[in-house]
Protein backbone atom coordinates (compact mmCIF):
# COMPACT_ATOMS: atom_id res chain seq x y z
CA UNK A 1 0.00 0.00 0.00
CA UNK A 2 1.29 3.30 -0.84
CA UNK A 3 0.44 6.92 0.27
CA UNK A 4 1.01 10.18 -2.39
CA UNK A 5 0.51 13.08 -0.58
CA UNK A 6 0.44 16.72 -2.01
CA UNK A 7 2.15 19.28 0.04
CA UNK A 8 -0.78 21.22 0.13
CA UNK A 9 -3.46 18.07 0.49
CA UNK A 10 -4.59 15.30 2.34
CA UNK A 11 -2.62 11.80 1.87
CA UNK A 12 -4.33 9.48 -0.91
CA UNK A 13 -3.91 5.95 0.04
CA UNK A 14 -3.74 3.66 -2.33
CA UNK A 15 -4.14 -0.42 -1.91
CA UNK A 16 -2.14 -2.57 -4.70
CA UNK A 17 -2.93 -6.38 -4.78
CA UNK A 18 -0.66 -8.74 -6.48
CA UNK A 19 -1.25 -12.07 -6.90
CA UNK A 20 1.54 -14.72 -5.39
CA UNK A 21 4.46 -15.34 -7.58
CA UNK A 22 4.44 -12.20 -9.88
CA UNK A 23 7.60 -10.95 -11.53
CA UNK A 24 9.05 -7.70 -10.90
CA UNK A 25 8.03 -6.22 -14.31
CA UNK A 26 4.55 -7.20 -14.00
CA UNK A 27 4.65 -6.25 -10.17
CA UNK A 28 5.89 -2.77 -11.95
CA UNK A 29 2.70 -3.19 -14.84
CA UNK A 30 0.19 -3.98 -11.84
CA UNK A 31 1.61 -0.53 -9.75
CA UNK A 32 1.27 1.57 -12.91
CA UNK A 33 -1.83 0.52 -13.41
CA UNK A 34 -3.61 1.13 -9.98
CA UNK A 35 -1.92 4.56 -9.46
CA UNK A 36 -2.81 5.58 -12.83
CA UNK A 37 -6.72 4.84 -11.68
CA UNK A 38 -6.35 6.19 -8.26
CA UNK A 39 -4.03 9.60 -8.99
CA UNK A 40 -3.42 9.93 -12.87
CA UNK A 41 -5.42 12.83 -13.52
CA UNK A 42 -2.63 14.62 -11.14
CA UNK A 43 0.57 13.15 -11.87
CA UNK A 44 2.51 11.02 -15.00
CA UNK A 45 3.05 7.24 -13.88
CA UNK A 46 5.34 5.37 -15.90
CA UNK A 47 7.54 2.60 -15.88
CA UNK A 48 11.51 2.75 -16.75
CA UNK A 49 13.53 -0.16 -17.46
CA UNK A 50 10.56 -2.54 -16.92
CA UNK A 51 10.69 -2.83 -13.82
CA UNK A 52 11.14 0.87 -12.56
CA UNK A 53 8.22 2.76 -11.56
CA UNK A 54 8.05 6.56 -11.99
CA UNK A 55 5.59 8.94 -10.40
CA UNK A 56 6.02 12.84 -11.35
CA UNK A 57 3.99 16.00 -11.28
CA UNK A 58 2.37 17.19 -13.93
CA UNK A 59 3.09 20.91 -14.94
CA UNK A 60 1.73 23.65 -12.40
CA UNK A 61 0.57 20.86 -9.80
CA UNK A 62 2.23 20.33 -6.42
CA UNK A 63 5.12 18.49 -5.12
CA UNK A 64 4.23 15.50 -3.52
CA UNK A 65 5.67 12.26 -1.17
CA UNK A 66 5.17 8.87 -1.53
CA UNK A 67 5.10 6.69 1.44
CA UNK A 68 4.96 2.97 1.41
CA UNK A 69 2.38 2.36 4.01
CA UNK A 70 3.05 -1.56 4.20
CA UNK A 71 4.43 -4.14 1.39
CA UNK A 72 3.06 -7.63 1.82
CA UNK A 73 5.27 -9.25 -1.47
CA UNK A 74 7.75 -11.31 -0.72
CA UNK A 75 10.85 -10.94 -2.65
CA UNK A 76 9.55 -7.28 -3.97
CA UNK A 77 11.77 -4.64 -2.68
CA UNK A 78 10.65 -1.07 -2.60
CA UNK A 79 13.33 1.80 -2.87
CA UNK A 80 11.97 5.40 -2.90
CA UNK A 81 14.33 7.58 -4.78
CA UNK A 82 13.50 11.30 -5.59
CA UNK A 83 14.69 13.25 -8.69
Given at each position: ???ITPS???PVTVPIE???GTRENRVAKRVVDVLREAIGADY??????GEDVL????LGRDR?????????IRGVRL?????
Open positions: MLAHGEVASKIERDDVKRRFNVTVVSNANLDQE
